[in-house]
C-alpha cells in the first residue's frame, strides 16, 4: 500500500522568510497529492493540491513542486506570516477517489 | 453553513459503553470518508462510501466498529465496547466523486473514553 513520509516534523521560521516542507511516497502510482493545514482543534482545510500530470502549482505565497521520477513533493510557503502557523499535512491518493494515505505533520511556527 | 457537519462535536463516555456518531457531507457530494487522528499524528483512514455502498472497511480498527450510510446521504460510525485507546478525533470527508478527488473535512468528533 501508500506510504507518505513527511519532513521536518517541526519547523520555525522568521516571519518573512521562507518554508519548505517535503513529502515522499512509496507508490509509483499514486497521482493526487493534497496539502492540508489544520489549525489547533480545527479540521484540516485543503490549501494546494497537484496531481501528477504537472510538476508545480503556485498560488499566492503557496506553491507545490512534484517530481515523479524520485516520488517527492515540497510545499514551499513565501514571505511567511504568523497567521500561517498551523500543523500542515502532505498526503497522497493511489487513484481517483481512493482514501487518502497523510503524511504525520509538519507543526510550522513562524516568529513575528 | 454549507460544509461537512459532524455531531457531536465532543463525546465523553465510559469504557464499556457505545458510541455513535454523525456525519453530514456535502450535499450532492457521492464519496464519503471516516478518518480518525490521533494527537500528533495526521488523520488515519478507517472506510468510505460510494453512495450507500461501503467499497472499503478493512481498515476499521477492529470489529467493534461499524459504519453505515444507509440512503447515501448522512452517515453513522458506531464503535461499540469503547476502550481507552479509542479516544480520540474522528474526522468525516467529503468528495464530489466522478474523477474530483478534493476531499473537504467536517470539524470532527472528538472522543474521550474515561
Known amino acids: 500500500g501508500e506510504n507518505v513520509e513527511q519532513h521536518p516534523s517541526t519547523l520555525s521560521v522568521q516571519e518573512g522568510d521562507s518554508a519548505v516542507i517535503k513529502c515522499t511516497y512509496s507508490d509509483s502510482a499514486s497521482n493526487y497529492f493534497p496539502w492540508y493545514k489544520q489549525e489547533l482543534g480545527k479540521r484540516p482545510q485543503l490549501i494546494i493540491d497537484i496531481r501528477s500530470n504537472v510538476g508545480e502549482k503556485k498560488d499566492q505565497r503557496i506553491a507545490v513542486t512534484l517530481n515523479k521520477t524520485a516520488k517527492h513533493f515540497s510545499l514551499h510557503i513565501t514571505e511567511t506570516q504568523p497567521e500561517d502557523s498551523a500543523v500542515y499535512f502532505c498526503?497522497?491518493?493511489?487513484?481517483?477517489?481512493?482514501?487518502?494515505?497523510f503524511g504525520k505533520g509538519t507543526r510550522l511556527s513562524v516568529i513575528a | 453553513d454549507t460544509g461537512v457537519s459532524q455531531n457531536p462535536r465532543h463525546k465523553i463516555t465510559k469504557r464499556g459503553q457505545n458510541v455513535t456518531f454523525r456525519c453530514d457531507p456535502i450535499?450532492?457530494?457521492?464519496?464519503l470518508y471516516w478518518y480518525r487522528q490521533t494527537l500528533g499524528q495526521g488523520p488515519e483512514f478507517l472506510t468510505y462510501?460510494?453512495?450507500?455502498?461501503?467499497?472499503?472497511k478493512s481498515r476499521l480498527l477492529s470489529d467493534r466498529f461499524s459504519a453505515e450510510r444507509p440512503k447515501g446521504s448522512f452517515s453513522t460510525l458506531e464503535i461499540q465496547r469503547t476502550e481507552q485507546g479509542d479516544s480520540a478525533m474522528y474526522l468525516c470527508?467529503?468528495?464530489?466523486?466522478?474523477?474530483?478527488?478534493?476531499?473537504?473535512f467536517g470539524p470532527g468528533t472528538r472522543l474521550l473514553v474515561l
Open positions: 462510501f460510494q453512495n450507500e455502498a461501503q467499497l472499503e
Open positions: 470527508a467529503s468528495s464530489l466523486g466522478q474523477g474530483k478527488e478534493t476531499q473537504y
Open positions: 498526503a497522497g491518493e493511489l487513484s481517483g477517489n481512493t482514501p487518502l494515505v
Open positions: 450535499s450532492e457530494h457521492n464519496r
